[in-house]
């Protein structure tokens, strides 16, 4: 199912690039709609319940039905809706190009249940730890509270990217950041490079502005994985951030490469280091991870402008967008830190 996933973003990031690069498409049926619709049906199918496959369905409806399965269900049924609404859409109002694509109503609902389905390896991984957790049986709310504290979850370092479990959830976290990153094209400093445009008060603000928004988009894909998979795989953060940096290239013909690709050293270079952390005090591992990753991938990012376009900002707004992102960082970070025992009289 996490293969599927790949094969319906690859067919939305191919349906991306006719919209911008075909001006004279007018109708629904294209190729590129063509593999963004098998690959929903590829990934439909692979939601069906086994219990269904092998016609011996038994027990209420709701039985049938994996653990973090339900929601991908439904994702894939508004889907079909969206399918629907989306070819009707169309034939009404022709066809969108640019932000209007992005922000088309059908596209957004499209948008919203390729999410759910797509996310379905991450719940799925959950519910399954969270079975393992309680002999079996699903946890109760607050059943991870004890005295006050919250159960830190576990780490895990370079064999938890051989463990199998892990693999799909890698998958489904890239694959999920990567259709974010695409319908907020219209913000990402990756592809734009606002750093190497002539100083301009409008154009700097909304500079700092993609700065920010794909620095929490990053942040949200990788404390997601944290918090229902109980730990950092290693690769996470070098496959969400290429995610959210490369793939959009493909709109403007990759022509901001440098400033895409130089940020996945310092990826890696997160990566690590947040596994180190990860390995010593593992409580702190959201707040590492909220500080480093804006703080290692944005200065690499940055050298990458430099290399290629150059830098047209000042001193002050560049160096200070690295550290605004790095705070706003260890906000994200810091929300996600267990709670400490209270004091007793």
């Known amino acids: 199912m996490a293969l599927a996933t790949v094969w319906l973003a690859g067919g939305l990031f191919m349906d991306g690039w006719a919209h911008s690069h075909v001006p004279t498409l007018e109708t629904f049926f294209t190729p590129w709609h063509g593999v963004l619709y098998s690959g929903y049906a590829a990934l439909a199918i692979s939601l069906v319940p086994a219990r269904l496959w092998r016609g011996r369905p038994e027990g209420p409806v709701r039985d049938w039905v994996p653990a973090g399965y339900g929601l991908g269900l439904l994702g894939a049924v508004l889907f079909a809706a969206g399918g629907a609404f989306d070819m ?3 034939i009404v109002f022709g066809i969108e190009v640019d932000l209007e694509a992005l922000l088309s109503p059908p596209h957004l609902l499209l948008l919203t249940a390729g999410t759910l389905m797509i996310a379905t390896p991450i719940r799925a991984a959950a519910a399954k730890r969270n079975l393992a957790a309680n002999g079996g049986k699903p946890a109760a709310a607050g059943d991870d509270e004890r005295d006050g504290e919250i159960a830190t979850p576990a780490t895990g370092g370079a064999l938890a990217w051989a463990s199998g479990p892990d693999v799909p959830v890698l998958i489904s976290a890239t694959t999920a950041t990567g259709v974010a990153a695409f319908f ?9 490079a606002p750093a190497a445009m002539s100083a301009n008060g409008d154009r700097e603000v909304l500079g700092v502005a993609d700065y920010m928004t794909y ?11 944290w918090t229902r998979l109980g730990r950092m795989p290693l690769g996470l953060i070098t496959l969400v951030v290429a995610a959210a940096s490369v793939p959009n290239g493909v709109f403007g013909d990759f022509e901001n490469l440098p400033a895409q690709l130089w940020p996945l050293a310092g990826a890696v270079i997160a990566d690590l280091a947040v596994q180190a952390v990860a390995a ?3 409580d702190l591992v959201p707040l590492a991870a909220g500080v480093l990753v804006p703080l290692l991938i944005w200065p690499t990012h940055l050298i990458g402008v430099e290399l290629s376009l150059g830098i047209a900002w000042s001193l002050e707004l560049w160096s200070g967008v690295v550290v605004l992102t790095a705070l706003a960082g260890a906000v994200l970070g810091g929300l996600f830190l267990p709670r400490t025992r209270p004091a007793r009289d």
Do not use: M, N, Q
Request: proline share 4%; hydrophobic share 55%; net charge neutral.
């Open 88 to 90: 009707t859409w169309h």
């Open 184 to 192: 907020l094209d219209y913000l990402s400093p990756f592809t734009d």
């Open 215 to 225: 620095t929490v988009l990053i942040l949200a894909a990788v404390l997601l994985v």
């Open 280 to 282: 010593r005090r593992g």
